[in-house]
């Protein structure tokens, strides 16, 4: 899976490319991490391209969330394909990360 | 009705590469199984992949055994079905609860009542129940010293 951080208007975006899986979610984990050290903590994961999710890739998210948290920024995640509104779904996780349309939307609003 | 209409199976040691190999794998099943429905599809390889991985993590090799999962994928007529082998594991110290099943957005540590509470929110666990709600059926067997999963999904619309 591939990693793409860019910066927007007031957050910074991180696309992923390809399957967010157990090979995968670690290095999710350490590019946020990174991304938050460096003082970015508004953070807008693009899934757009993120064709697979399974229980690791959520986790690494979740985890991501808590690391935007305290440092007191957020994260939230943006254009989100069928199969991973699927697993948020059945794991009731998409009350704690809400789909958003839109990576620009993402923050519009706070 | 049972005729095979697909099948195709990989052999792998135990590591998080094996899961990229199982996706793999599941394309070039549907390659073959064009008519299983879209949702059927992303269902099945979830709750596969899922399974999968939880060998990857969970399978503990016996003394002397080199640890290797398999995967046996099967499309018939009404269903899905895969068998995840974990070869050279000792007997698993299952989770009678997460066997048990049950909802799997279910969190005791998170109410519905404090929905952006995502600091209390455990990052793990979810494996079990997220398959459990993908699949029509889950088993669990121990055999010639192996431990193997059995889960199938019903999809009607096949063939």
Redesign the interface.
């Given at each position: 899976m591939q990693f793409n951080v860019e910066a927007g208007e007031g957050y910074t975006e991180v696309a992923g490319t390809g399957?967010l899986?157990?090979?995968a979610a670690p290095r999710l984990r350490e590019v946020v991490a990174e991304t938050v050290a460096a003082g970015n903590t508004r953070i807008v994961v693009n899934l757009a391209d993120t064709e697979?999710m399974?229980?690791?890739g959520?986790?690494?998210l979740?985890?991501c969330?808590?690391l935007a948290?305290?440092a007191g920024g957020d994260l939230r995640i943006a254009c989100v394909p069928?199969?991973v509104l699927?697993?948020l779904q059945?794991?009731?996780?998409d009350?704690?990360?809400t789909p958003h349309p839109s990576v620009a939307g993402a923050f519009s609003g706070d | 009705m049972t005729d095979v209409l697909a099948s195709n199976a990989v052999r792998l040691p135990a590591t998080?590469?094996a899961?990229?190999a199982v996706?793999g794998q599941l394309e070039r099943l549907w390659e073959v199984a064009d008519f299983v429905p879209a949702l059927d599809r992303?269902?099945f390889?979830?709750a596969v992949?899922?399974a999968a991985?939880n060998a990857?993590?969970h399978a503990v090799a016996a003394s002397g055994a080199v640890l290797e999962i398999g995967v046996e994928a099967t499309v018939t007529r009404r269903r899905l079905e895969a068998r995840i082998c974990e070869y050279g594991a000792v007997v698993p110290d299952l989770d009678a609860a997460a066997l048990a099943g049950g909802?799997?957005?279910?969190?005791p540590a998170?109410g519905?009542g404090a929905?952006?509470?995502?600091?209390h929110?455990?990052?793990?666990g979810?494996?079990l129940?997220?398959i459990r709600?993908?699949v029509t059926t889950l088993r669990f067997e121990r055999r010639d010293g192996n431990n193997i999963w059995t889960l199938s999904r019903d999809s009607p619309a096949s063939g």
């Amino acid at each position: 899976m591939q990693f793409n951080v860019e910066a927007g208007e007031g957050y910074t975006e991180v696309a992923g490319t390809g399957r967010l899986n157990m090979v995968a979610a670690p290095r999710l984990r350490e590019v946020v991490a990174e991304t938050v050290a460096a003082g970015n903590t508004r953070i807008v994961v693009n899934l757009a391209d993120t064709e697979f999710m399974d229980s690791s890739g959520l986790g690494a998210l979740i985890g991501c969330l808590k690391l935007a948290r305290q440092a007191g920024g957020d994260l939230r995640i943006a254009c989100v394909p069928a199969q991973v509104l699927m697993v948020l779904q059945l794991t009731g996780m998409d009350r704690v990360l809400t789909p958003h349309p839109s990576v620009a939307g993402a923050f519009s609003g706070d | 009705m049972t005729d095979v209409l697909a099948s195709n199976a990989v052999r792998l040691p135990a590591t998080p590469e094996a899961v990229d190999a199982v996706h793999g794998q599941l394309e070039r099943l549907w390659e073959v199984a064009d008519f299983v429905p879209a949702l059927d599809r992303m269902a099945f390889e979830t709750a596969v992949v899922e399974a999968a991985s939880n060998a990857v993590r969970h399978a503990v090799a016996a003394s002397g055994a080199v640890l290797e999962i398999g995967v046996e994928a099967t499309v018939t007529r009404r269903r899905l079905e895969a068998r995840i082998c974990e070869y050279g594991a000792v007997v698993p110290d299952l989770d009678a609860a997460a066997l048990a099943g049950g909802d799997p957005g279910r969190d005791p540590a998170h109410g519905a009542g404090a929905p952006d509470a995502g600091e209390h929110v455990p990052e793990s666990g979810r494996g079990l129940a997220l398959i459990r709600a993908l699949v029509t059926t889950l088993r669990f067997e121990r055999r010639d010293g192996n431990n193997i999963w059995t889960l199938s999904r019903d999809s009607p619309a096949s063939g």
